[in-house]
């Protein structure tokens, strides 16, 4: 039976306080080993992609929505904790409006060269710091047949608490590891086959119309910081750098709408 809280300060649910902080959710969630899936859509993709629950915390009223799950994670001996709104929103920092929480096992990741060993189109995260954008480009490499997602050592959590949210649990379709040393890594893509597009405002840049009429077989496109674009020595590194046209007297698009734009153009359809 789901075990009631009254007690925002429990220690049996810690794993939800403080859910706003960010930087000790970045600090806690790694180390722990954990990541935190929000709504009954993004826990059922976790549970669906193998994910493991280590614990669930819901409204009582979500109880029968995710009878089945409820009873799927109690079988395996996972608790499922249920409180009053006020006891949840003084516990995590904000009122729950998806209804329910479930504390993840964080998934071990694999070797890039695992990963991309039968990828053809695959998206590079250079130092993107906002989890709206990282969940954002998510989305769409699952939506437009993108095969998988490197981030690089300074980018933002994947499976932090707002990029699953806004990818709506399109992180756990999308297969996807950290790649490190960059942009040194650039050099071992191209050795194995990889052709490495920059997206970048620069002087030698082809048109991104002139990229879809040749693309390679293997391509990682490779999209930067929020503001900074992408580091020199990143396009240094590319075999190509590509524009967007753009009309309006506008020279750029936010990071999560170029990566659509460009995945679009390029994914490998029937």
């Not at 859509?41 to 493991?52: D, N, P, Q, T």
């Not at 990229?211 to 075999?239: H, K």
Request: with cysteine; glycine share 6%; hydrophobic share 45%.
């Amino acid at each position: 039976m789901p075990i009631t809280i009254d007690d925002p300060t429990d220690e049996r649910v810690r794993d939800y306080f403080a859910l706003t902080d960010v930087a000790l959710r970045r600090m806690l969630e790694p180390r722990e080993g954990l990541y935190l899936a929000e709504s009954e859509k993004v826990i059922r993709r976790a549970l669906a992609a193998g994910h493991r629950p280590r614990s669930l915390l819901m409204g009582e009223r979500w109880l029968s929505d995710l009878a089945d799950v409820v009873e799927q994670v109690e079988a395996d001996g996972v608790p499922v904790y249920v409180a009053e709104a006020s006891v949840i929103e003084a516990m995590t920092g904000f009122h729950l409006h998806r209804g329910a929480l479930a504390s993840m096992h964080r998934p071990m990741l694999v070797p890039p060269a695992d990963l991309l060993r039968d990828a053809r189109r695959v998206v590079v995260l250079e130092d993107i710091v906002d989890h709206t954008n990282v969940g954002a480009v998510f989305r769409s490499a699952a939506a437009l047949g993108y095969d998988a997602v490197l981030v690089t050592p300074r980018c933002a959590d994947p499976l932090y608490r707002r990029a699953v949210r806004v990818s709506m649990g399109t992180v756990f379709q999308v297969p996807w590891t950290r790649v490190d040393p960059w942009p040194g890594s650039v050099a071992e893509l191209r050795e194995h086959g990889w052709t490495v597009a920059a997206l970048a405002l620069d002087d030698r840049s082809i048109s991104l119309r002139e990229l879809e009429t040749r693309a390679p077989e293997r391509l990682a496109l490779v999209l930067g910081a929020e503001g900074d674009g992408l580091s020199q020595r990143t396009v240094a590194a590319c075999d190509l750098v590509v524009r967007i046209p753009m009309a309006g007297g506008v020279d750029s698009l936010n990071v999560a709408a170029a990566s659509a734009v460009a995945m679009w153009a390029t994914a490998e359809r029937p």
